[in-house]
């Protein structure tokens, strides 16, 4: 199903490379030679150069990503909102560029290596069912803590979920004039707050999210693919 409605990417890079036991914020860190956010920002613009992109950054970072565009001679074009405290204030901040009705497609600045058969799958499926969620299935097998210790489930029943997640822009404004809860872990359990469904969308094992020292190791080699 194609759909009409304008597409936006909000694209939010909170980040502060803690985990990545590094002083650099891990969006900024560089993958073949340029920030991996931009590489980011590369795969929704290779899928949809009139995708209207918003990247939100914590305001401390505003000066240091327009000093990074200037030297990498980075082109797409892209609009730049300073974030909150939290993921929740930072993506409700991002919301405020987005006009009337379209489909709001919300991303982790450090997964570059989003499909591009993903991302269209994802603003397609938002076009008809409002919402979509990518998602993979667990490799391993999962263990659920108890009170007595833990206990197998069967992983068949769950999903790994990965971003993009994306909605129309009514049903993601609405969800975001909630008050913040602290299970507010991602968009899709913001919209279920509302008592809405969430439709997921098969993702990608490639799709990583770079937060860790292993993670950047695998983005590297993935990035050899490409070169």
Sequence with gaps: M???????AIIVAGGSGSRMQRDMPKQFIELADKPILMHTIERFYKYNNEVRLIVVLPEQQLDTWRSLCRKHKFEPFHMVVAGGATRFCSVRNGLEMVQGEALVAVHDGVRPFVELE???EA???AAGHGSAV??????????????EGSKAVPRVNYKLVQTPQCFRASLLRKAYEQPEEEHFTDDASVVEQLGEKVVLVE????N?????????LLAEAFIKETL
């Design 2 to 8: 194609e759909n009409k409605l304008p597409e936006y």
């Design 118 to 120: 993903t991302i269209k």
């Design 123 to 125: 603003y397609n499926t």
């Design 134 to 147: 990518v998602a993979v299935s667990p490799k391993d097998s999962i263990r659920e803590l108890t009170q």
């Design 203 to 206: 993702g990608s094992y490639r």
């Design 208 to 216: 990583i999210k770079i937060t860790t020292p292993e993670d950047l």
